[in-house]
């Protein structure tokens, strides 16, 4: 019997398509930023860094600075990461909204 589970999301997703560098324990890697929202990344890496779910990351992107957050999820080349929610976080998202959207 297939279990079909709904994930209902905090904050409206936008779709990006800019480079940045993720790095972690396990390595950085530059990649792409597929989806941008308030609360989080969707993040396709160029190389395997070996993150794991609940690894604290930083992400830098000239599009909006550096920020920190954790590994929610991993499927093959994309991770998703949660933001440390901040109140300099929530400036340079929405300066990212504002200026590169």
């Known amino acids: ?59 830098k992107s000239e599009e909006f600075g550096h920020l920190t957050g954790v590994v929610q999820w991993y499927r093959g080349d994309k991770i998703g990461i949660r933001l440390d929610m901040s109140s300099n976080t929530a400036a340079q998202i929405s300066s990212y909204f504002k200026y590169f959207r």
Do not use: P
């Not at 398509?17 to 390595?27: D, L, M, Q, S």
């Open 1 to 59: 019997m297939a279990y079909n589970q709904t994930i209902e999301r905090n904050a409206v997703r936008t779709a990006t398509k800019f480079t940045g560098e993720v790095t972690c324990k396990g390595g950085s890697s530059r990649g792409i930023v597929k989806d941008l929202s308030a609360a989080g990344i969707c993040f396709q890496l160029y190389f395997d860094i070996n993150a794991t779910t609940g690894q604290q990351v930083s992400i």
